[in-house]
């Protein structure tokens, strides 16, 4: 950091790496079985009123979110201490989240590995550059403000869950179909395996993220068709599209707002540097003591960022730990998240993220004064 180069070995964290199966069996405990058991009273209550729906589903969002957050550790392989059983839990969550977990992981990882360089990590709102906006029509303006308007969480949180992975399945085979009749015209001997490794998809990077985006796929429609039929059509898409349509806004704006924020860090590649991507481009989320467990204290996320295999119940420890070297952090409250929806050009000349109505106001022509002679 600018007049404090604080090197990543003066933190304190190998104490806080290891991971507690006993500590992680219990969080998964206390996460899955309440939220089933929600849905099980929100049938009881539907039957008596629908005005009993709205608390109870208040609580499955909330869940919900921490089955998302207990999900991302797994990707981290922290959670657990085995890798193999954060792969199967990971791969639960991400049934009921309806989100392929392995794939989803891969990128969340590569995040992780340029966190700050805004050439080569736009963000989950892809966002672009002052220079990028300028160059757009005035109707391609609007149609990215709009689409980065804080509201619109709510329609894509839906598709990036529900919609997303089941477009990437069709689209990955759609175009295998493709390279298998393209490969048999060339080799008529290849073995459908073969002509399978060979195929390079848009939509999965590696067989293991195929296997688990067909299964995951499998696994979610399979339970959707079950449960339409076991709960009816009408108030199982009811319930369980707000559900997964909050929870989805939730964690999105959570992970919005802790790297897009005004100061935050936001580099070139050339001269970026990796700690300070962690320490001043991640914000810490100061939330109410109930948030920070449904959020799985995903709140200190510079902590996270600085070390990503420390697991969710030892990043409190780990923050207070070594607060005396987390003074550049930015500390962000509940009042301070809507100032952050702002946030959503990335000015390559200065290095920081402005608002597009910054952005507007520096680029008016300055006023010629005329001199009176």
């Known amino acids: 950091m600018i007049g404090n180069p604080i090197k990543k070995s003066d933190f304190v964290l190998s104490p806080y790496i290891k991971s507690n199966n006993l500590r992680a069996t219990y969080q998964i405990l206390n996460t899955v079985v309440p939220y089933f058991l929600l849905w099980i009273l929100a049938v009881k209550a539907a039957s ?12 499955m969002v909330l869940f919900s979110v921490r ?28 049934v009921i989240n309806a989100i392929p977990q392995y794939p989803w992981s891969r ?4 995040h992780h590995k340029t966190n700050g360089d805004w050439e080569r990590y736009r963000g989950p709102s892809a966002l672009i550059s002052t ?23 709510f329609p894509g949180g839906f598709f990036y869950l529900a919609i997303k992975p089941r477009l990437a399945l069709i689209a990955g085979i759609y175009g295998f179909w493709g390279h298998l009749l393209n490969y048999l015209k060339q080799y008529p001997d290849i073995t459908l395996m073969g002509c399978f490794s060979s195929y390079k998809s848009k939509t999965w990077y ?5 296997w688990d985006l067909l299964f995951n796929n499998i696994c979610v429609v399979g339970s959707w068709i079950f449960l339409s039929y076991f709960l009816g059509v009408g108030f199982f898409w009811s319930v369980y599209s707000i559900t997964l349509t909050c929870s989805a806004a939730l964690f999105i704006c959570v992970f919005f707002v802790q790297h897009n924020f005004e100061g935050s860090y936001a580099h070139k590649t050339e001269g970026w540097n990796y700690l300070r991507g962690a320490i001043e ?18 709140g200190y996320h510079n902590i996270h960022h600085l070390c990503e295999r420390i697991p969710n119940y030892n990043l409190e420890a780990c923050h207070h730990h070594n607060q005396h070297l987390l003074t550049r952090v930015k ?8 100032d952050c929806f702002k946030f959503i050009l990335w000015d390559s000349a200065s290095n920081r993220l402005v608002s597009i109505s910054s952005f507007r106001e520096a680029s008016q022509p300055k006023g010629v004064e005329i001199g009176v002679h």
């Open 48 to 59: 008596i009123s629908f005005w009993l729906l709205p608390p109870i589903m208040v609580l």
């Open 67 to 94: 089955c998302f957050s207990l999900m991302h550790d797994c990707g981290h392989y922290s959670l657990f201490s085995s890798k193999k059983v954060n792969r199967v839990v990971g791969f639960m969550f991400g």
């Open 107 to 110: 990128g969340h990882a590569y």
């Open 131 to 153: 220079q990028e906006f300028a160059k757009l029509s005035p109707s391609g303006q609007w149609w990215y403000e709009f689409l980065r308007h804080p509201f619109m969480i």
């Open 206 to 210: 590696t067989t293991a993220e195929f």
């Open 281 to 298: 481009g991640s914000s810490y989320l100061e939330l109410p003591l109930i948030l920070k467990w449904f959020s799985a204290d995903i």
């Open 331 to 338: 500390t962000l409250r509940i009042a301070d998240i809507s």
